[in-house]
Nanobody, 114 residues
């Protein structure tokens, strides 16, 4: 099983970016599908979780600006980021948490210029 994150890049403050995380292989026992990020010089932090019922929890820092979603048929997670700020600059990681183990994507860099 592999998680392939993509969609990162350079964007101006106030702009938008959509990240994708495609799953290859089969995963069972999924508990949550999550997004994390790690800014330069900082620890990795949780950003959003998609729960089994489809509801989503967000960190306060991104609430109202970012939207996490999933497409089960395409086996892909998405992270729509709007109103980006320089403080959002980070490597973004997708994670699938199952009853047996956690699967991490390789990360994709988002750089927000002021």
């Amino acid at each position: 099983v592999q998680l392939q994150a993509s969609g990162g890049g350079l964007v101006q403050a106030g702009g938008s970016q959509r990240l994708s995380c495609a799953v290859s292989g089969s995963i069972t026992g999924i508990k949550t599908m999550e997004w994390y990020r790690q800014a330069p010089g900082k620890e990795r932090e949780w950003v959003a979780s998609i729960l089994p019922n489809g509801s989503v929890n967000y960190a306060d820092s991104v609430k109202g600006r970012f939207t996490a979603s999933r497409d089960r048929a395409k086996k892909t997670m998405y992270f729509q980021m709007n109103s980006l700020e320089p403080e959002d600059t980070a490597v973004y990681y997708c994670l699938i948490n199952t009853v047996w183990k956690m699967y991490w994507g390789q990360g994709t860099l988002v750089t927000v210029s002021s």
